[in-house]
């Protein structure tokens, strides 16, 4: 066996291990055999004393050693990074895990065993990994309508709010309700990736509404996309739950007319009026303000729905 090879082998029960000194004293060059946890490991007393540690104080007699029968060195910790601390110990450096968590195992490891370098590399790791995977961005949660008061008057970008809130429902849903709930909030997520430093993306999750968009400008309401309705079906009440991607889209771009500076562009909000298709305006409508050209769509609130398919 090579002397990082781990055979993940479970210690053979049998005899209760022997305790006692390790006498290594002329054994600089010569193998010993290691039980770690379980896994398997031959290296030299030498590579195991050559840093100030725990190990030394084991293999240089000052520590008592636990043998089984077979005489394999007992040591009560899990195998799984212990290769990793023995090419430490031979080379006073290694390739540090990709993942954070077995990093973070690492780490536990070599404080055990008192390598105070290795545990600084982990330590460095994990902090680079940390200012690397920083969030991309960060969305609000509303937790009081003071909250929501605030941030929406103090942000200098566009807002867009999504509020769901399914607890908040004395009806049964209709059978796609929940996926289209779903599909709201995974919309949300991928606008707030797509727009983020550009838009001020919000959550609630405490109004009165199951699922509603709010769009707002220069601290104002614009728009709003109530995605619920209450419908009738076999004689009972239910909640229907609609994803209208497109209008959601629409007024999502409606909102970037009111990024900084505070005044809307113009001539943006001229390109994308809908009044601007129409062939002729009166002059009564020469003096109305281009910012209060915004559209307001909302789902119907009620309707009569049979959500039954053909022939039930």
């Not at 007699?61 to 430490?88: A, Q, S």
């Not at 430093?197 to 707002?216: A, M, N, Q």
Request: hydrophobic share 30%; net charge neutral.
């Amino acid at each position: 066996m090579s002397g990082d090879t781990c055979l993940a082998l479970c210690p053979s029960t049998g005899p209760k291990p022997k305790a006692g000194s390790f006498k290594g004293g002329g054994l600089g060059n010569k193998y010993v055999r290691l039980n770690v946890g379980g896994s398997l490991y031959y290296t030299t007393v030498q590579v195991l004393t050559r840093h100030d540690t725990m190990l030394k104080a084991m293999f240089s007699g000052r520590m008592e050693v636990l043998t089984d029968k077979e005489g394999w060195i007992l040591i009560d910790r899990c195998g799984k990074h212990f290769g990793t601390i023995l090419n430490y110990l031979r080379d006073d450096t290694i390739a540090l895990p990709k993942h954070r968590q077995e990093i973070k195992e690492l780490m536990a490891e070599a404080k055990y065993y008192l390598i105070q370098g290795l545990v600084d590399m982990c330590q460095a790791a994990l902090q680079d990994k940390k200012d690397l995977y920083e969030p991309v961005c960060s969305i609000p949660i509303i937790t009081s309508p003071k909250e929501e008061e605030r941030l929406i008057e103090s942000s200098m970008k566009p807002v867009v709010k999504l509020l769901y809130n399914r607890s908040n429902n004395k009806y049964s849903y209709t059978s796609n309700s929940d996926d289209n709930l779903l599909k709201n909030i995974e919309l949300f997520d991928k606008l707030s990736l797509r727009f983020n430093g550009r838009v001020l993306f919000i959550k609630d999750v405490i109004g009165d509404e199951i699922c509603c968009w709010s769009f707002y400008g220069q601290g104002r309401k614009l728009a709003e996309v109530c995605c619920t309705s209450i419908v009738y079906a076999t004689e009972k009440k239910q909640t229907k739950v609609e994803f209208p991607e497109a209008r959601i889209y629409e007024e999502t771009l409606n909102v970037l007319l009111y990024e900084t500076p505070r005044v809307p562009d113009n001539s943006l909000l001229e390109a994308t009026s809908r009044s601007r298709s129409q062939a002729s305006h009166s002059e009564d409508d020469e003096g109305f303000e281009l910012r209060d050209r915004v559209r307001r769509i909302h789902v119907k609130r009620y309707s009569t729905y049979d959500d039954r398919q053909l022939g039930h």
